[in-house]
């Protein structure tokens, strides 16, 4: 299974920003696709942001509720994380993840970087 995500980037305290993240390959029907993040601070781990079941069960970090939306697109082995109020803590790179019958993997990552 390949990931491929985009739509990282700079954008200012207050601003939006929507991440997209397709997989292709042997994709089974039954899979969770989410999104990690890691702070650049040491010994910061990899942390869940927000996952989705292919039934579109959802489940998101306490830090992020009321503020991202994660949904997806199973036709298009597609999920998408839209941002909104981010804040100079959401400053991470964001990993998708793609969980199904065969394995865990895990897309490079999108840098995002929150500051005026």
């Known amino acids: 299974v390949q990931l491929v995500e985009s739509g990282g980037g700079l954008v200012q305290p207050g601003g939006s920003l929507r991440l997209s993240c397709t997989a292709s390959?042997?994709?089974?029907?039954?899979?969770?696709m989410g999104w990690y993040r890691q702070a650049p601070a040491p010994g910061r781990a990899r942390e869940l942001v927000?996952?989705?079941?292919?039934?579109?069960?959802?489940n998101y970090a306490d830090s992020v509720k009321d503020r991202f939306t994660i949904s997806r697109d199973n036709a298009k082995n597609t999920v998408y994380l839209q941002m909104n109020g981010l804040k100079p803590e959401d400053t991470a790179v964001y990993y998708c993840?793609?969980?199904?019958?065969?394995?865990?993997?895990w897309g490079q990552g999108t840098q995002i970087t929150v500051s005026s």
């Open positions: 993840k793609w969980v199904g019958l065969i394995g865990t993997y």
């Open positions: 390959g042997r994709i089974s029907s039954t899979n969770v």
């Open positions: 927000a996952v989705i079941s292919d039934s579109g069960t959802t």
